[in-house]
């Protein structure tokens, strides 16, 4: 089973875009990742300086449902990481169709149709097919009135700047605790659509960078010639994960107490692995448990491992091994590994 499941595993998590802020991403150049962003001060009376953290979020959310577009992708992490990809993206406003090809790394082309994920690997003329409830679109929610966002997190317009040849607004939106990260991002003025993206830890050093590199807004991108791209060439192999959808309760299990913000989403077992899959979020940042039977061969290093803004946690409990992983603070995977208690 996937260590990262949130979206296409960014990770980053994730990562709202975060259907767009897949792991297929690639870097910008290391003095770009740590330039400082242009900003200039909000004009009085200017009505985004005045918008809430629920209606920056809105309009992002929105805008990834309602524009096509063709762009290449940039991610890059603090430890150095860096990846690429071509995403083409279309939508009408209820569905969604989505290709992002690799440029860097194994080769791999993924294809979202609402919650319909097929990954083609051309090495091994292999078809991945699953489907995935939480999309990670940026900001990762249903929507953000529909969450307790506005309890957990902070925004305001800090400034203005260009990515990839629009004007974006910059919006900062910071945590109110240490439980989560905080984010800058990029907003295109006309429509919301996020650009670019900044994780950044409690001291505001940027962790991981995902932004476009070149960006076709309102691109002539077919949904239906997406989804012929999508058919399984002949010779090839399909492989469908033995995921089964369960409660946290029905498998024995359950927190002493809620993390703060952090509410269930959804909860898996795959039968051939017997691994759970508990996964939770506060609208922004998500975090899975991973539970199996503890095997000394196989779980044998316990703690804390970082790739960019992704944590993973590995803990032995009694007869039990666990692995959470999200993009937070250790400290909240911590307290999810802690709080995790057996019932039956």
Same mark, same amino acid.
């Given at each position: 089973?996937?260590?990262i499941a949130p979206g296409f595993g960014r990770l980053r998590m994730a990562q709202?875009?975060?259907?767009?802020?897949?792991?297929?991403?690639?870097?910008?150049?290391?003095?770009?990742?740590?330039?400082?962003?242009?900003?200039?001060?909000?004009?009085?009376?200017?009505?985004?300086?005045?918008? /809430?953290?629920?209606?920056?979020?809105?309009?992002?959310?929105?805008?990834?449902?309602?524009?096509?577009?063709?762009?290449?992708?940039?991610?890059?992490?603090?430890?150095?990481?860096?990846?690429?990809? *071509?995403?083409?993206? #279309?939508?009408?406003?209820?569905?969604?169709?989505?290709?992002?090809?690799?440029? %860097?790394?194994?080769?791999?082309?993924?294809?979202? *149709?609402?919650?319909? &994920?097929? /990954?083609?690997?051309?090495?091994?003329?292999?078809? *991945?097919?699953?489907?995935?409830? #939480?999309?990670?679109?940026?900001?990762?929610? %249903?929507?953000?009135?529909?969450?307790?966002?506005?309890? $957990?997190?902070?925004?305001?317009?800090?400034?203005?700047?260009? &990515?990839?040849? $629009?004007?974006?607004?910059?919006?900062?939106?910071?945590?109110?605790?240490?439980?989560?990260?905080?984010?800058?991002?990029?907003?295109?003025?006309?429509?919301?659509?996020?650009?670019?993206?900044?994780?950044?830890?409690?001291?505001?050093?940027?962790?991981?960078?995902?932004?476009?590199?070149?960006?076709?807004?309102?691109?002539?991108?077919?949904?239906?010639?997406?989804?012929?791209?999508? #058919?399984?060439?002949?010779?090839?192999?399909?492989?469908?994960?033995?995921?089964?959808? /369960? /409660?946290?309760?029905?498998?024995?299990?359950?927190?002493?107490?809620?993390?703060?913000?952090?509410?269930?989403?959804?909860?898996?077992?795959?039968?051939?692995?017997?691994?759970?899959?508990?996964?939770?979020?506060?609208?922004?940042?998500? &975090?899975?448990?991973?539970?199996?039977?503890?095997?000394?061969?196989?779980?044998?290093?316990?703690?804390? $491992?970082?790739?960019?803004?992704?944590?993973?946690?590995?803990?032995?409990?009694?007869?039990?091994?666990?692995?959470?992983?999200?993009? &937070?603070?250790?400290?909240?995977?911590?307290?999810?590994?802690?709080?995790?208690?057996?019932?039956?």
């Amino acid at each position: 089973m996937a260590r990262i499941a949130p979206g296409f595993g960014r990770l980053r998590m994730a990562q709202g875009m975060l259907a767009l802020w897949t792991a297929a991403a690639l870097t910008l150049a290391a003095a770009q990742a740590a330039a400082a962003p242009r900003i200039a001060d909000p004009r009085p009376g200017d009505g985004r300086a005045e918008r /809430t953290v629920s209606d920056w979020l809105s309009r992002m959310h929105d805008a990834s449902r309602q524009r096509s577009y063709i762009g290449t992708f940039v991610v890059s992490s603090s430890n150095g990481a860096m990846s690429s990809a *071509r995403i083409w993206h #279309a939508c009408d406003g209820q569905r969604q169709v989505e290709r992002v090809e690799s440029l %860097t790394g194994e080769r791999r082309s993924t294809f979202r *149709r609402d919650d319909e &994920v097929l /990954t083609f690997l051309p090495e091994s003329r292999t078809v *991945r097919s699953e489907r995935r409830e #939480a999309l990670g679109i940026f900001p990762e929610l %249903t929507r953000p009135d529909e969450t307790s966002i506005p309890e $957990f997190y902070t925004a305001r317009r800090v400034g203005s700047d260009r &990515v990839a040849g $629009f004007d974006a607004d910059i919006v900062q939106v910071l945590p109110k605790d240490a439980l989560r990260f905080g984010y800058r991002i990029w907003s295109e003025k006309k429509s919301g659509l996020v650009v670019k993206l900044q994780t950044l830890d409690e001291a505001g050093r940027v962790l991981e960078q995902a932004a476009f590199s070149e960006l076709q807004l309102d691109a002539p991108v077919r949904m239906q010639q997406l989804v012929q791209q999508m #058919a399984v060439p002949a010779g090839w192999r399909v492989e469908k994960p033995d995921a089964v959808k /369960t /409660t946290a309760a029905a498998e024995g299990w359950d927190l002493k107490a809620p993390i703060a913000g952090f509410r269930p989403l959804n909860c898996y077992k795959r039968p051939s692995e017997g691994v759970v899959q508990w996964i939770f979020s506060d609208g922004l940042a998500s &975090v899975s448990l991973f539970i199996e039977d503890y095997d000394r061969e196989r779980h044998v290093q316990e703690g804390v $491992f970082a790739s960019g803004s992704t944590h993973t946690l590995t803990r032995r409990t009694q007869d039990w091994w666990v692995t959470a992983v999200g993009e &937070v603070p250790p400290a909240t995977l911590r307290a999810f590994a802690l709080g995790l208690e057996r019932r039956r």
